[in-house]
């Protein structure tokens, strides 16, 4: 059965560097998302991408963040200056968007530490 | 303002007993509703979805949930729990292609 495969599955980085988060959606899917859930916190939504361009994003996802699909296969999550706060569990989650009945598949997760 | 909430932090039940998870949602449009499970180190696997249709949706696992819109909930159920349940509960809500909004989860233990 197809998956959303995601790497590293953690991430160690000391705060002011930039870090690449990397997922590979389903292959015939056409909308990514990226989540996070600070430990003990619910999933909260990030960014959605659709077409080659951010659909939607949240007040979470500032100018630190950004999204890309550099190939066909791959769905990138870049921070660019980490803080403490970024420490989280980040998921991608892709879907068909064929038809009304659309489901989100999510990754396994990278856990992203920030020191 | 759209919102999902899962009232039970934590739930402890005893192996072979039933269980049920509560989860209401407030949301604008048509909702489409899902219950997702993780495990501990874990990512999220769907348990099952609701679209329309029958109200009454089952799942893998053999849970199921049940959509009732007067009440704006959408419980899941499951008639025999077995240890390897224990896990953490997600109830989510979206529409078609936008973002899920989640709840902040339930953490179902389960005693031998």
């Known amino acids: 059965e197809p998956e959303v495969t995601q790497t590293p599955s953690h991430q160690v980085t000391q705060m002011g560097q930039e870090v690449i988060l990397r997922c590979v959606p389903i292959?015939?899917?056409?909308?990514f998302y990226w989540y996070r859930q600070i430990l003990g916190q619910k999933v909260e939504f990030l960014v959605s991408f659709y077409n080659n361009e951010i659909s939607e994003k949240s007040e979470i996802f500032d100018d630190q963040f950004s999204v890309e699909r550099p190939d066909g296969s791959n769905f990138t999550l870049k921070i660019r200056s980490t803080k403490l706060e970024d420490s989280a569990m980040y998921f991608c989650?892709?879907?068909?968007?064929?038809?009304?009945?659309?489901?989100?598949?999510f990754g396994p997760g990278t856990r992203l530490t920030v020191l | 303002a759209q919102s999902v909430t899962q009232p039970d932090i934590h739930i402890t039940v005893s192996e072979g007993a039933s269980l049920e998870l509560r989860c209401n949602y407030s949301?604008?449009?048509?909702?489409?509703l899902f219950w997702y499970v993780q495990s501990p180190g874990q990512g999220l696997q769907l348990l099952l979805k609701y679209f329309s249709g029958d109200t009454l949706v089952q799942g893998i696992k053999g849970f199921e949930a049940e959509f009732k819109r007067s009440q704006s909930s959408f419980n899941l159920r499951k008639p025999s729990v077995h240890w390897s349940d224990a896990a953490e509960y997600f109830c989510a809500v979206g529409a078609y292609t936008d973002k899920l909004i989640f709840g902040t989860g339930t953490r179902l233990q389960v005693f031998p």
């Open positions: 949301y604008g449009a048509t909702p489409y």
């Open positions: 989650a892709s879907s068909g968007g064929t038809g009304l009945s659309d489901t989100q598949y």
């Open positions: 292959s015939n899917h056409l909308y």
